[in-house]
């Protein structure tokens, strides 16, 4: 008897092991006392801390458009973009991605969960997207890779350097800067900033001439300054090697031109200025003798903005300081004209 409940309790024993052992290797989490069960819940619901360096837009359809990229900039300039998503969705938790080039890993701009973005140009080929998420943080949709393009217009940009081509377009320099240019370096397709002025589109530019430091004339008082500095009824000029073609109100004339040196000015104010000067040899009789160019430089590289000046008579043209119409490529947006002035 005593033998049999021995052999009971044992049987009793290992069949408790047994069951135990079972438990152990196949019971649920949920009836875990550690807080293992907490923790895997919220890892597996994590989804927002999104890998920052994986591709952002997970190969999702790239139907977003972006705003305000300016076709080039300059180092340190803000870099100013809005997302815009057209599909009537109530998504709005938006994130933006940058990374130095193509070879680079993306990563995530903190502070930016709109769909505006700010930054500032430092690297030139920078490249930026933006991501649109869904309410369960999946990518949803996203924009192109835009690329930021930094142009300090060939200059190198050392302090000493700085300085110097500063005060060459503020109108300081020595005779012997000067030389002589050919007109390739006004070649392309350029546009009149007076229609800007004229709808209101430079205001910004006036405001922020008024509120600089050294200034002493308020932002209207800007605009009337550059409402005749701009007039001009020559909305476009094309120039194509040794041509020129002006286009004024509906009508073109075209006129080829020879290279007739340049005139080194000084102003009232004590500064200075060079005009180079071409003048006709064959073309429309509507197209003026001689056409005076004046872009801040004063020797061979190729211009991203001037002043112009043309008629008939040489001499008279070298003391007109009050209209001079400017121009900028054709292919500048009304933004990225405004974002040039106000840099310079």
């Known amino acids: 008897m005593k033998k049999n409940i021995q052999r009971s309790v044992t049987l009793l024993a290992a069949l408790a092991l047994f069951v135990a052992c079972d438990a152990s290797e196949n019971g649920d989490e949920s009836t875990s006392s550690d807080g293992s069960e907490q923790l895997e819940a919220s890892h597996d619901g994590d989804d927002h801390d ?28 803000n870099v100013e973009l809005i997302a815009h998503y057209d599909d009537d969705t109530k998504y709005d938790h938006w994130h933006w991605y940058t990374r130095d080039d193509d070879h680079a890993e993306w990563e995530t701009v903190p502070d930016h969960g709109t769909d505006q973005y700010t930054g500032e140009a430092t690297v030139n080929g920078q490249e930026i997207k933006a991501v649109l998420f869904d309410d369960d943080h999946e990518a949803y949709v996203q924009s192109p890779v835009l690329e930021v393009v930094i142009d300090d217009h060939d200059h190198d940009h050392s302090h000493a350097h700085d300085e110097e081509s500063q005060r060459i377009y503020d109108g300081f320099f020595y005779d012997d800067d000067v030389e002589d240019r050919s007109l390739s370096d006004w070649s392309g397709d350029w546009q009149s900033v007076y229609p800007y002025l004229q709808e209101g589109a430079l205001d910004e530019v006036f405001e922020h001439k008024a509120n600089e430091a050294e200034s002493n004339m308020t932002a209207e008082e800007y605009k009337e300054y550059y409402e005749v500095g701009y007039e001009t009824n020559v909305d476009r000029i094309v120039i194509d090697e040794d041509h020129f073609t002006f286009f004024e109100e509906g009508e073109e004339y075209t006129a080829e031109y020879g290279n007739d040196g340049f005139e080194i000015l000084t102003y009232e104010a004590g500064n200075r200025g060079v005009r180079f000067i071409f003048e006709k040899s064959d073309g429309d009789e509507e197209m003026p003798q001689f056409i005076q160019f004046s872009d801040h430089e004063i020797s061979p590289t190729d211009s991203h903005h001037f002043h112009l000046y043309w008629g008939d008579d040489r001499e008279e043209l070298l003391n007109e300081v009050t209209n001079w119409p400017t121009y900028y490529p054709s292919t500048m947006s009304e933004e990225e004209i405004v974002h040039e002035m106000i840099a310079h």
């Open 50 to 77: 999104h890998d920052e360096h994986q591709d952002p837009g997970q190969h999702v359809p790239e139907d977003v458009d972006i705003e305000g990229l300016a076709d080039h900039y300059h180092t340190g300039d």
